[in-house]
């Protein structure tokens, strides 16, 4: 039996590092109404070839009929599904956290310091937060910050996975 | 030795084996057209009056002979109104090449003149679409080109050329060979797979062959019919698929879906094994996809994975060419005792045979057999609507006969020009078999600039066309689900007409157009059929001018009220036929 529950599930996939593939993948998601979470792209060790990681949030029925139509693309050379595989998966995120002087400046500290992220730069009354952690404990971290500082400037890069080489955990 | 892009384009199509090409000019094809120029004996050219009419042109060519149907057209407004022919070879799976002139690439992007992001446009439906940004990369583009239409679901692929590259120097070889790393078309079957489908068939108690229009696209026929044969299973079709099994055959049952037979959409009801193949489990087939065949294990054989539990969900999946896996089928093949199924088939045919219960007058009904009779072995093709459902419904494909007509997008304004494509195939191949239009008063208005087409490239067809003053189709959906109130359905309303009108009246005024002059504009013969006594003679008259390669056009006056029965609600169960 299939399941009907949505899930986010990953996937990685090799396509042709030409002009347009990245229009027609994700055309693919809002013509046919699947529910795109994150899209990354990037050359690979070949430079004619690049690699997506995509999340979406799906049903199992749906999950295959996306596969199935990433597959039958002419530029899509191979799709790869990381959604219950051990991967290693990151998420570049800059948090400028604005405003902030004295015991609020040591707060930011200490909240990089848990979270083990870098503090990248620093101004007078500004700190910036670099961090590259999994999607999750990045909504983690962002959720926190929200909640204790007023002025923030916050970009993220979507996720990027690769299968693991030796662990089994994600 | 280098040649120009223009060059190279011509002798692709020379190595490609393509023999007629549809192609309205502009400026940014003029140098591929002077080339075809001096090339006049190797291609027939014909020039239609309309791109998108020129794309079904290139449909029915297509369709008619198997081959790619090859496209050229300029950019901007060119390439935009081939978007429609572009959609609904998509959704039938056409070979199609359709190459678009593009503005130089230093123009690419500034908003110049008759510049469009037609790629852009047509991603979503086409099989392939890239534009040629390197004269060296145009040889091995347009060998994929052709190589993706017509291999494995065939489908159209648009090729768009800039100006400067059709007129760069570059290499002259054309590949002979073509490997695509993320396209693989599959040209085996699964054994294994196939082994458990058959073994559920084996099994079944009542088993059903569902067949669609991957029959025709494999040439499958024959395989279909033998496989059905040998096994004793009752088939039904979808629309695309009619003719996949003489219509005359004992075993054959009907069209099922939302204008299906009776007994065809009950035996789907009933079936405890539906063994489909070359479907897509369209929503028009399927009705509700909770009631359909709900006591049935399904086993879906299709050439595209993507097709394969999209809609339905299946228990054998067989991944195939229906011709290879049914070649397959055949070896196993053994007959079934399926006696008493075929017999309860046969008592729901008896009790709601497709009939319209009007055979005298001008019924669409007696249309259409009297088409058949006179044109036998013909190529039917339709255009969309009421009329439409009428052919699939009384033309009886039996022998060498097979209808065109558009079945996934439902495009209005496709069956004249694709007619006059499907004759341009018979010329080229040396035949001389009928074509005939079926077509209505609606439809025939968004194509008719193409009677200049077929009458200039001397491809006679034989229009009949269903006039009943009205869009039957949607106008029998305000009958049934709207209370009757027509608006925007009767092609002769005037601004001094009652409001509300709930249909013709004595105080109509008269319609306009007069088919029969239009016709006799293009020095093209035309009658007018008011009279039941009138349409074997006129058919008759019709066929032997065509015989003698004239076009003709027929106008049978129907009533406005007539209805396509049986009909299923968009949505509704299959079982739940409106019958009358």
Redesign the interface.
């Known amino acids: 039996m299939?399941n009907k529950k949505l899930k986010n599930r990953w996937i990685a996939m090799y396509?042709?590092n030409q002009?347009?593939v990245l229009?027609?993948v994700s055309?693919?998601f809002s013509?046919k109404s699947y529910n795109l979470q994150s899209l990354t792209v990037g050359t690979t060790e070949q430079e004619d070839v690049s690699r997506m990681t995509i999340s979406v949030l799906s049903d199992d029925?749906t999950f295959?009929?996306i596969k199935?139509?990433l597959?039958?693309?002419?530029?899509?050379?191979?799709v790869m599904d990381l959604t219950d595989v051990p991967i290693h998966m990151k998420e570049i995120l800059y948090a400028k956290i604005k405003g902030v002087k004295g015991e609020e400046k040591q707060e930011v500290f200490r909240i990089a310091e848990t979270f083990r992220v870098r503090i990248c730069d620093i101004g007078e009354d500004s700190v910036l937060i670099e961090s590259a952690l999994t999607e999750r404990k990045n909504n983690e971290l962002l959720s926190l910050l929200k909640k204790q500082f007023r002025h923030l400037e916050v970009v993220r890069g979507g996720s990027v996975a690769i299968e693991s080489i030796s662990t089994s955990c994600r | 030795m280098d040649i120009t892009g223009r060059k190279l384009i011509v002798k692709a199509l020379q190595e490609e084996g393509v023999d007629t090409i549809f192609g309205y000019p502009g400026g940014m094809v003029t140098d591929i057209v002077d080339e075809l120029y001096k090339q006049e004996d190797k291609f027939r050219l014909i020039l239609p009056r309309h791109e998108q009419a020129l794309v079904h042109e290139a449909e029915g060519y297509a369709r008619q002979s198997g081959k790619v149907g090859v496209c050229l057209v300029t950019s901007g407004p060119g390439a935009t109104n081939t978007i429609t022919g572009i959609a609904d070879a998509h959704y039938d799976s056409i070979p199609l090449v359709i190459i678009t002139g593009q503005v130089s690439q230093g123009l690419i992007g500034n908003d110049a003149f008759q510049e469009v992001d037609i790629v852009g446009m047509t991603r979503s439906i086409v099989k392939y679409g890239v534009t040629v940004n390197d004269r060296k990369d145009l040889g091995r583009i347009l060998k994929m080109a052709f190589y993706i239409a017509r291999s494995g679901k065939p489908g159209p692929v648009l090729v768009d050329i800039p100006k400067d590259i059709q007129k760069a120097n570059g290499p002259s070889e054309y590949p002979q060979t073509v490997n695509i790393r993320g396209y693989k078309p599959n040209t085996s079957v699964h054994i294994g797979q196939l082994k458990r489908a058959f073994k559920l068939l084996r099994s079944a108690k009542r088993p059903l062959i569902l067949a669609g229009g991957g029959i025709h696209i494999s040439r499958a026929e024959k395989e279909l019919t033998a496989f059905a044969e040998k096994m004793q299973i009752p088939v039904v079709t979808t629309v695309m698929g009619k003719g996949a099994i003489p219509e005359d055959h004992p075993l054959y049952i009907g069209n099922s879906g939302m204008h299906g037979r009776y007994a065809a959409n009950i035996a789907e009801m009933e079936c405890d094994l539906l063994f489909s193949i070359g479907t897509r489990f369209n929503d028009r087939i399927t009705g509700d996809l909770n009631e359909f065949a709900p006591k049935a294990k399904i086993v879906h054989v299709d050439i595209d994975t993507a097709s394969i539990s999209r809609n339905v969900v299946v228990d054998v999946p067989v991944v195939s060419d229906a011709k290879l896996a049914l070649t397959n089928l055949l070896e196993w093949a053994e007959p079934l005792e399926t006696g008493e199924w075929r017999e309860q088939i046969s008592a729901w045919e008896a009790e709601h045979p497709l009939d319209m219960k009007k055979t005298k007058g001008v019924s669409p009904q007696n249309i259409m057999t009297s088409i058949a009779k006179v044109f036998g072995d013909a190529t039917y093709v339709t255009d969309v609507g009421q009329h439409q459902m009428w052919a699939s419904q009384f033309i009886p494909l039996n022998g060498k006969s097979r209808m065109i007509t558009s079945g996934g997008l439902g495009t209005m304004g496709f069956g004249f020009p694709a007619a006059i494509g499907a004759k341009a195939a018979i010329r080229d191949a040396g035949e001389d078999r009928p074509v005939v239009c079926i077509t209505g008063d609606g439809g025939m208005q968004m194509n008719m600039q193409e009677m200049a087409t077929a009458v200039c490239n001397e491809l006679p067809v034989t229009v009949c066309l269903i006039n009943n003053k009205f869009l039957g189709m949607v106008r029998q959906q305000q009958q049934y689900f709207y209370g009757k109130r027509y608006e925007l359905v009767c092609l002769n309303k005037r601004p001094d007409c009652p409001p509300n009108c709930k249909g013709p009246s004595e105080a109509c005024p008269p319609y306009v157009l007069d088919f029969t002059k239009w016709a006799g504009s293009y020095g093209v013969d035309a009658i007018r059929i008011e009279k039941e006594e009138e349409i074997l003679p006129a058919l008759e008259q019709a066929a032997q001018a065509q015989k003698d390669g004239r076009s003709m056009v027929l106008e049978f006056m129907v009533a406005t009220d007539e209805v396509v029965l049986p009909m299923v609600k968009g949505g509704m169960a299959n079982s739940d036929m409106i019958l009358k």
């Open positions: 299939t396509v042709e002009v347009g229009a027609k055309g693919l013509g029925l295959e009929q199935k139509q597959n039958s693309m002419v530029e899509v050379i191979k």
